[in-house]
């Protein structure tokens, strides 16, 4: 991070496009904008929580939990090089 601000060059992994959605780093992205993220890694989840808001993602689904609400997604998160990327 440069200044507080994401650094597309201090990522391990870049943004990439996929089936014309951004997919970005969940932890770096998350983090910056003052989230708690966790990784449950026996359920290969993602669970991002900001504001009383809770967003969940399993690797590989294109459905999301927002609040407790499924939502689909166009693309699902996956792992690249050891990180979760998330549209």
Known sequence: MDDGEISAHSMVV???IVN???MVPARIIGET??????WIAAERKVVITLDGKVVSMVIGHKNATVDGKQVEMDVPAVIKNDRTMVP
Do not use: H, I, Q
């Open 14 to 16: 870049k943004p990439y």
């Open 33 to 38: 904008f003052g989230a708690d993220v966790k």
């Open 20 to 22: 014309g959605r951004t």
